[in-house]
């Protein structure tokens, strides 16, 4: 229970006031709930003692009265306080995770993970903010019960009190065992429904495969994932049951005990017939806070699991975020009217591993000047995209060094990098939004005019005029109202925007027809003017002519140079360009 208050507290940040103040009226609510008991049973007391008088009717009735109150008025303060706290501190971890994941390095960003986080913010986030506060306050108050209860029980009479109690051994030596059974069993749910948040995502995204091939097995994967969920689920409720139960038979134990031996104190003249009676009514009520602090333990367990998945989220490391300028080079003039950097890129001996077996590039050294255009070809998996990653650091090298104007690239401020450094991906997500806006996304501080400017130069100025309203029409999530093509256009939109010193393009002309293709290769031409180009195409007759070409394999350099040259001296490249050259004579 420490623990897991402990890593609540964690997330309360500066909402810790408000949390302590919401369980101060939730532990005041409790001691009015156990003052209330406590006024019946001293009037039950006085009835069995022969005591009770008139006036002492109208002295309890009175002080009943002020504790219901004051029951109500502070049961009142701990729903208004806990649950906005609650919501509160749920609001802000879910916009601080929103916004760590920004800085977790792209390879962390498989299926698996992206299932992980799915699960974090529709299960786990959502429990806590629903549960925690709930099995807190309940712990607090079956704990406070627990004791004026006992505490009555004893004052009463301590032999039958101690007979009661004889059920609570037992029971708590079954509720470690349960602790340990259910932290695997819990384990195993979470798992189990993390695959079928990836296996059900997969089922809607390939859909329109599924219906072109009438894939009549093709969900079957998600139901066997929907099953083992519920499995999983099943197991875990039953095992509860299961144990409820046996802790419900442990406490009926001490009660039945109790009982059978208040009979033959009866006999035997050393317990009062109404004592008897008051034990057997208070036994019962007595059990009720027990049932219930034993319930919160097994809700902690729940909550420690989704507060395990938070903490773990919390806790992966993030980009290199030194406080360390981008080195000033040479200036140009850029679209805005703003001033930035040239850049002169080089790699030197550089090596990475997305596993640390595998090099994904290997040992791969070159240079890049301002105003030049580096191609980069390879068949797939040759770690083209890798290397293209490297340079805004969106993964860092685990040997060698990327210099930027002579300056270590990993002791830059990660986000000064990323801020030089424009990148056409090859799948492009466009956001639920307008289209200005998502154009607009490559620079913030742009006027309305500038942005048309830029979806002209990338040709996309055209079909967005044919949109129901234009550059306002909000596009669906994913952009999947629109063509690979159009998508890809709108982001070499955003890319002229950002006019940033370096800029990567990786297939950006994989999406596009010859027609199209041309037309945006001009306007890449005119965005690129004085830039550091990185180029990633499978096709070599589009870079073709570029200052330098590497010719990647299995993440190794195969050689580097202009395309006549590399025809001459690197096989590979010959073999590539030759294989693309009987494609286009190829004929039905």
């Known amino acids: 229970?420490?623990?897991?208050?402990?890593?609540?507290?964690?997330?309360?940040?500066?909402?810790?006031?408000?949390?302590?103040?919401?369980?101060?009226?939730?532990?005041?609510?409790?001691?009015?709930?156990?003052?209330?008991?406590?006024?019946?049973?001293?009037?039950?007391?006085?009835?069995?003692?022969?005591s009770f008088t008139r006036e002492?009717?109208?002295?309890?009735?009175?002080?009943?009265?002020?504790?219901?109150?004051?029951?109500?008025?502070?049961?009142?303060?701990?729903?208004?306080?806990?649950?906005?706290?609650?919501?509160?501190?749920?609001?802000?971890?879910?916009?601080?995770?929103?916004?760590?994941?920004?800085?977790?390095?792209?390879?962390?960003?498989?299926?698996?993970k992206i299932s992980q986080l799915t699960s974090l913010f529709t299960t786990d986030l959502s429990f806590v903010e629903m549960n925690i506060m709930e099995i807190i306050a309940g712990f607090v108050s079956s704990m406070i019960m627990?004791?004026?209860?006992?505490?009555?029980?004893?004052?009463?009479?301590?032999?039958?009190?101690?007979?009661?109690?004889?059920?609570?051994?037992?029971?708590?030596?079954?509720?470690?065992?349960?602790?340990?059974?259910?932290?695997?069993?819990?384990?195993?749910?979470?798992?189990?429904?993390?695959?079928?948040?990836?296996?059900?995502?997969?089922?809607?995204?390939?859909?329109?495969?599924?219906?072109?091939?009438?894939?009549e097995q093709s969900g079957k994967l998600m139901e066997n994932q929907v099953d083992g969920y519920c499995t999983a689920s099943d197991r875990y409720e039953s095992t509860l049951m299961n144990w409820s139960m046996g802790y419900k038979i442990c406490l009926n134990l001490g009660l039945f005990l109790s009982l059978g031996v208040g009979i033959t104190m009866i006999r035997s003249g050393s317990l009062a017939p109404a004592t008897y009676l008051f034990f057997a009514i208070m036994g019962i009520i007595f059990y009720r806070p027990l049932e219930a602090l034993m319930g919160s333990f097994a809700m902690m367990n729940l909550a420690n699991a989704s507060l395990d998945n938070i903490a773990e989220i919390n806790n992966l490391p993030t980009e290199?975020?030194?406080?360390?300028?981008?080195?000033?080079?040479?200036?140009?003039?850029?679209?805005?009217?703003?001033?930035?950097?040239?850049?002169?890129?080089?790699?030197?001996?550089?090596?990475?591993s997305y596993d640390g077996k595998r090099e994904a590039v290997s040992h791969v050294s070159f240079s890049a000047k301002p105003g030049t255009i580096t191609a980069l070809v390879g068949p797939s998996g040759s770690g083209k995209s890798?290397?293209?990653n490297l340079i805004p650091g969106f993964v860092t090298p685990k040997n060698g060094r990327i210099l930027l104007n002579g300056k270590d690239a990993e002791t830059l401020k990660h986000s000064d990098l990323v801020r030089h450094v424009s990148v056409v991906f090859q799948e492009v997500y466009l956001f639920q939004d307008t289209m200005m806006n998502n154009i607009r996304m490559g620079n913030q501080s742009v006027t309305d005019k500038q942005v048309i400017e830029a979806a002209k130069k990338a040709h996309c100025h055209e079909f967005i005029e044919k949109l129901p309203q234009g550059y306002q029409t909000v596009i669906s999530e994913g952009g999947a109202s629109l063509s690979g093509g159009e998508r890809q256009r709108?982001?070499?939109?955003?890319?002229?925007?950002?006019?940033?010193?370096?800029?990567?393009?990786?297939?950006?002309?994989?999406?596009?027809?010859?027609?199209?293709?041309?037309?945006?290769?001009?306007?890449?031409?005119?965005?690129?003017?004085?830039k550091t180009v990185f180029l990633v195409s499978h096709t070599l007759s589009y870079i073709q002519n570029a200052d330098q070409i590497l010719v990647l394999s299995d993440g190794v350099l195969q050689?580097?140079?202009?395309?006549?040259?590399?025809?001459?001296?690197?096989?590979?490249?010959?073999?590539?360009?030759?294989?693309?050259?009987?494609?286009?004579?190829?004929?039905?």
């Open 1 to 50: 229970m420490i623990a897991m208050i402990r890593k609540f507290l964690d997330l309360a940040g500066e909402r810790k006031k408000q949390l302590y103040l919401a369980w101060l009226f939730q532990a005041l609510t409790s001691i009015c709930e156990g003052a209330i008991y406590f006024m019946l049973f001293l009037a039950i007391k006085d009835i069995l003692d022969g």
């Open 56 to 112: 002492k009717l109208i002295q309890y009735s009175l002080m009943f009265l002020v504790y219901t109150v004051l029951h109500f008025v502070f049961y009142y303060f701990t729903i208004a306080k806990q649950r906005p706290v609650s919501y509160a501190m749920m609001r802000d971890e879910r916009l601080s995770i929103a916004a760590k994941i920004k800085q977790f390095p792209l390879y962390y960003f498989t299926k698996d």
């Open 146 to 215: 627990t004791v004026v209860f006992a505490l009555m029980l004893l004052s009463v009479d301590w032999r039958m009190a101690l007979l009661l109690f004889v059920g609570i051994i037992p029971g708590y030596i079954l509720y470690q065992q349960f602790q340990k059974g259910m932290v695997q069993l819990g384990e195993h749910k979470k798992n189990a429904q993390v695959a079928m948040i990836d296996s059900t995502l997969e089922y809607v995204q390939g859909m329109e495969t599924i219906k072109a091939y009438r894939l």
């Open 320 to 352: 290199n975020e030194k406080q360390v300028q981008v080195p000033a080079y040479n200036t140009c003039a850029c679209i805005s009217g703003a001033v930035l950097l040239q850049a002169d890129v080089r790699f030197e001996n550089v090596s990475f």
């Open 386 to 388: 890798t290397l293209l």
């Open 490 to 530: 709108v982001a070499i939109a955003r890319a002229i925007l950002k006019d940033s010193p370096i800029i990567l393009l990786d297939e950006a002309l994989s999406s596009l027809d010859a027609e199209n293709a041309v037309a945006i290769q001009k306007g890449i031409e005119e965005m690129i003017k004085g």
């Open 559 to 588: 050689g580097c140079g202009k395309h006549d040259e590399l025809l001459q001296s690197v096989p590979l490249y010959k073999t590539m360009w030759e294989k693309e050259k009987s494609i286009k004579s190829w004929k039905l």
